[in-house]
């Protein structure tokens, strides 16, 4: 089971991914593009457990 946190800034958000034991298994600093999103989560979508977004 994994986990992804996706920090929202206004030009750009830093997606991570990490396992059940807390292990940064992904990480990267993206354009806030959807498909660009979802193409960094895809290969982990059927191990995802629920996405959270924190935005400032």
Avoid: Q, W
């Avoid at 206004?10 to 396992?19: L, W």
């Amino acid at each position: 089971m994994k986990y992804s946190g996706i920090d929202l800034h206004s030009n750009n958000s830093v997606v991570s991914v990490i396992d059940e034991t807390d292990r940064v298994v992904a990480e990267k600093r993206l354009t806030n593009d959807l498909a660009r999103i979802l193409a960094f989560l895809s290969p982990c979508k059927d191990e995802l457990a629920g996405v959270v977004i924190e935005s400032t």
